[in-house]
């Protein structure tokens, strides 16, 4: 398909586990984001990639959220020692390149953390 | 730092009647202004967008939004609500094209 896709749709980690999201940009797609929606409330952005290049992670919440995209097309959010307030929707969007652009989203990750 | 307040959390309209959706912002310099439709379990859409040209902008499924420099506001319109628009509303704001910042969010319930 021609959308932004995301794996896995849905999350379910103990406390401590590690994770790892995966978003799959349009193809052509330079800048990539990473936004945390929790229930009930609008996104929030984490993270933004131009190509292979973090340019932004004003927006990661700790140290245990880490994001790359070593190609400049696929990118992976990981959560190491995954903690109850981590439960939220992971939302990963790309535009043509930066915010000023439409950003086309994908339908996100429901971690839920136990 | 830019941020956006939406005014109802919740809007309830009958099909057929108009729709508003108020949205302010705060900005320190001309931002960028974006509505984004989310339906249940899909990904947010883009209804529209301002970027300082037009202040009355026309966006898909015969929504508009106008912004008000002078209110601060950028208010989301339609003439006649179908059951179809029932989903959840974000008004976005980027200032310099920085980062985007969402509102909480405008939840619309359409009544037949």
């Known amino acids: 398909g021609a959308g932004v896709s995301q794996s896995p749709r849905y999350k379910v980690a103990k406390r401590g586990q590690d994770v790892a999201l995966r978003c799959d940009p349009i193809?052509?797609?330079?800048?990539l984001f990473w936004y945390q929606q929790a229930l009930g409330q609008g996104p929030e952005f984490l993270t933004y990639?131009?190509?292979?290049?973090?340019?932004?992670k004003s927006g990661l919440p700790s140290d245990r959220f880490f994001a790359e995209r070593p190609e400049g097309s696929v990118s992976t959010l990981k959560i190491q020692r995954t903690q109850q307030e981590d439960s939220a929707v992971y939302l990963c969007?790309?535009?043509?390149?930066?915010?000023?652009?439409?950003?086309?989203f994908g339908p996100g990750t429901r971690l839920t953390v136990t | 730092a830019q941020s956006v307040t939406q005014l109802d959390s919740h809007v309830s309209v009958s099909e057929g009647t108009p729709v508003l959706l108020r949205c302010n912002y705060s900005?320190?310099?001309?931002?960028?202004l974006f509505w984004y439709v989310q339906h249940p379990n899909k990904g947010l859409q883009l209804l529209l967008k301002?970027?300082?040209?037009?202040?009355l902008v026309k966006g898909i499924n015969g929504f508009e939004a106008e912004f008000k420099k002078s209110e601060t506001s950028f208010h989301l319109t339609k003439p006649s609500a179908h059951m179809s628009d029932a989903a959840e509303y974000f008004c976005?704001?980027?200032?310099?094209?920085?980062?985007?910042?969402f509102g909480a969010g405008t939840r619309l319930t359409v009544k037949p």
């Open positions: 969007a790309s535009s043509f390149v930066g915010f000023q652009y439409e950003q086309y």
């Open positions: 193809s052509g797609h330079v800048s």
């Open positions: 990639f131009q190509n292979e290049a973090q340019l932004d």
């Open positions: 900005s320190s310099y001309s931002p960028s």
């Open positions: 301002y970027t300082s040209a037009a202040t």
């Open positions: 976005v704001v980027s200032d310099r094209g920085n980062d985007m910042r």
